[in-house]
T-cell receptor, first 115, second 111 residues
Framework: DTEVTQTPKHLVMGMTNKKSLKCEQH?????MYWYKQKAKKPPELMFV???????INESVPSRFSPECPNSSLLNLHLHALQPEDSALYLC??????????????FGPGTRLTVL | SQQGEEDPQALSIQEGENATMNCSYK?????LQWYRQNSGRGLVHLIL?????REKHSGRLRVTLDTSKKSSSLLITASRAADTASYFC???????????FGAGTTVTVRA
C-alpha cells in the first residue's frame, strides 16, 4: 500500500467550531508532515513528526494542534480558526525502515473553508 | 522558507511538444526533487537527483542538476494532456526533514 489517505476531503467550519483532520499511511514511514497550501502557492511546512514525536513546529499558531496517536496516524486538531486559515491542508510521509527520509508521499489533501 | 525559484511561472504547449522548466536555489543541497500537482490535489513525487549526480531519467522525464550554478531543469518529452499540472522543485538542504519548495511552474498542454 503506497497511499496516504486524508479525511475529510472538504471541511467547512465556523470560527468557533472544533474539528479534526485525519491522515493515515501504511508504508511503515517514520516521518509524517502537515503542510498548508494556499491557491497558486507552494506548500508551507507546518509540523513534522518523527517516530511519533513532534520534531518540527514551524511557529504555527496554537489554534492548530497536531497529534500522532501511532506510527500510522496523524491528526490536526483545529479550534477557533480564522478565515485566512482557509487553504488546502496536505499530509505527507517519508522514510521506510530501509530507506531515506527524502522522498515524501502526499495525501490528496483536505480543502478547508473557515467562515 | 522558500529557497527555490522556478521559471517560467507558466508554460503552454501543444500536445507532443517538449516542456522545460528551471529551478534555481541559494544554498548547497543534499538533493533536489521534482513534484507534480494536479489542480487541487496532493503532490506526486516525480524524481530525486542527488547533489553528486548530473542527470537522471525516468520515463519521459529528464532532470539535470548543475551544482556550480545552483540550478536544475526538468524536461518533459512528448507531452500529453495528462501532463497539465503544476510542477514544483524542492530542495533538501538542512539534514532534517524539511524540503524547501519553489514557487512552481504551471504547465498547460493543449490538445
Amino acid at each position: 500500500d503506497t497511499e496516504v489517505t486524508q479525511t475529510p476531503k472538504h471541511l467547512v467550519m465556523g470560527m468557533t467550531n472544533k474539528k479534526s483532520l485525519k491522515c493515515e499511511q501504511h508504508m511503515g514511514h517514520r516521518a509524517m508532515y502537515w503542510y498548508k497550501q494556499k491557491a497558486k502557492k507552494p506548500p508551507e511546512l507546518m509540523f513534522v513528526y518523527s517516530y511519533e514525536k513532534l520534531s518540527i513546529n514551524e511557529s504555527v499558531p496554537s489554534r492548530f494542534s497536531p497529534e500522532c496517536p501511532n506510527s500510522s496516524l496523524l491528526n490536526l486538531h483545529l479550534h477557533a480558526l480564522q478565515p485566512e486559515d482557509s487553504a488546502l491542508y496536505l499530509c505527507a510521509s517519508s522514510g521506510s525502515l530501509a530507506g531515506s527520509y527524502n522522498e515524501q508521499f502526499f495525501g490528496p489533501g483536505t480543502r478547508l473553508t473557515v467562515l | 522558507s522558500q529557497q527555490g525559484e522556478e521559471d517560467p511561472q507558466a508554460l503552454s504547449i501543444q500536445e507532443g511538444e517538449n516542456a522545460t522548466m528551471n529551478c534555481s536555489y541559494k544554498t548547497s543541497i543534499n538533493n533536489l526533487q521534482w513534484y507534480r500537482q494536479n489542480s487541487g490535489r496532493g503532490l506526486v513525487h516525480l524524481i530525486l537527483i542527488r547533489s553528486n549526480e548530473r542527470e537522471k531519467h525516468s520515463g519521459r522525464l529528464r532532470v539535470t542538476l548543475d551544482t556550480s550554478k545552483k540550478s536544475s531543469s526538468l524536461l518533459i518529452t512528448a507531452s500529453r494532456a495528462a501532463d497539465t499540472a503544476s510542477y514544483f522543485c524542492a530542495t533538501d538542504f538542512s539534514n532534517d526533514y524539511k524540503l524547501s519548495f519553489g514557487a512552481g511552474t504551471t504547465v498547460t498542454v493543449r490538445a
